[in-house]
């Protein structure tokens, strides 16, 4: 176990860890954070534009039509009142629902508050199904990760060079953001029997 390595890997220093230690953010903490969650929020909102303009443009072609009858005074056919119900209203609903979770995603603040857990380390090798976007057909494939387990908090997908730096069953504290469980930083405590 090298401290240097250790801040290294999680790219901290000795002020992130003197502001995490009394429940903090650095200034730096919070920066980088802030930087990662606008990028986020910027793909959210930009999502839920994409959902809209998709609702329009089907709603175009295949109500467009019934839609102009309606607006001026033209009697509709139960053909067009369907085209009406089901090709304006149906994507606008779906479409609608998907853009509105998109905007709430992209609007809404992350809890970076700082949570702290210590104990001894374990690392566990678990395999998980992620999608694979490499045709058309909905597929997955199994990969394996390792999880940071200290206590009851598990960090997941942690990188493999981990286990060089840390000792497994030696006693750490960690720093962490409460929702996503980010380490910010953290601290050797005892070395593990």
């Known amino acids: 176990m090298s ?9 901290f220093d000795e002020s992130d860890l003197a502001a995490n230690r009394s429940g903090k953010l650095s200034a730096k903490q919070k920066s980088r954070l802030e930087t990662s969650e606008k990028g986020a929020d910027q793909i959210f909102i930009g999502a839920g534009v994409v959902f809209i ?20 005074g033209e009697s509709l ?11 304006g209203g149906l994507p606008a609903l779906l479409f609608g629902f998907f853009a509105f979770g998109a905007f ?7 809890d970076n508050s700082v949570e702290t857990v210590q104990g001894k380390v374990n690392f566990v090798k678990v395999e998980k199904q992620v999608p694979t976007s490499t045709s ?13 387990r200290v206590g009851k908090i598990a960090f997941e997908n942690v990188g493999e060079e ?4 840390i000792d497994e069953g030696d006693t750490y504290t960690f720093y962490y953001t409460k929702q996503v469980k980010q380490i910010l930083s953290c601290e050797f405590i005892s070395k593990g029997k």
């Not at 401290?3 to 790219?11: A, C, G, P, S, T």
């Not at 981990?162 to 730096?165: A, D, K, M, W």
């Open 3 to 11: 401290d240097v390595q250790l801040r290294k890997f999680f790219e």
């Open 53 to 72: 303009v998709a609702a329009l443009i089907i709603i175009y072609f295949v109500a467009g039509d019934s839609i102009l009858k309606l607006f001026s």
């Open 77 to 87: 056919t139960s053909d067009d009142t369907l085209a009406i119900v089901l090709g």
């Open 104 to 110: 709430k995603l992209g609007t809404s603040k992350m």
């Open 136 to 148: 058309s057909v909905s597929s997955y494939r199994t990969v394996q990760q390792y999880e940071l």
């Open 162 to 165: 981990l286990l060089n730096i």
